[in-house]
């Protein structure tokens, strides 16, 4: 009987090179995204000395760039949010750093703790806003780079279900 246990690599590995890839040095694919917006959060020296808090508007700051992406800090005082929007043709990973976000999508509700992601395509419309009562901040990676955020008219709160 077979298993994965009775998997054995004889000889070094690393002596078989067209079996390796080299690390690339921006990502390239969404689970690289992903990675890459677990990484920056994983790591607060990166971003924790940056975060200011407006009172008027929301605050961001454009953390990181590469070949077809951006990386954008923003942070939310209670009672900020977007308006219902999407991203044009840019797709993208939110990443909530501190703090509960709550995200409306269509009749969804969905509160966002730090350490939550959302991963997006283009065209996806949706509503973030901090209902908490402090202060959060999240990242944001678009790729390709944002270069439109359309606003769109959202449905009326009490139409919108909770979940989970």
């Known amino acids: 009987m077979n298993s994965d246990n009775d ?14 890839q080299a690390p690339r040095e921006h990502p390239a694919t969404v689970a690289e995204f992903v990675g890459l917006a677990r990484s920056i959060a994983a790591d607060r020296s990166q971003w924790e000395h940056l975060v200011r808090y407006d009172a008027t508007s929301r605050w961001y700051h454009r953390l990181r760039t590469g070949p077809g992406y951006e990386v954008w800090l923003l942070s939310w005082v209670p009672g900020q949010g977007t308006g219902s929007h999407d ?15 709550t995200e409306h999508a269509g009749h969804t509700t969905r509160a966002l703790t730090a350490g939550a992601q959302r991963v ?16 959060a901040v999240s990242l944001h990676v678009y790729f390709p780079g944002l270069t439109e955020m359309p606003l769109h008219t959202a449905p009326s709160c009490e139409a919108r279900a909770v979940t989970a």
């Open 87 to 101: 991203h044009g043709d840019s797709s993208g990973v939110l990443t909530v750093l501190d703090g509960t976000l």
């Open 120 to 135: 997006f395509a283009p065209g996806y419309a949706h509503e973030v806003v901090n209902d908490a009562l402090e202060p």
């Open 7 to 20: 998997l054995q690599i004889a000889g070094d590995l690393l002596e078989v090179q067209h079996l390796l």
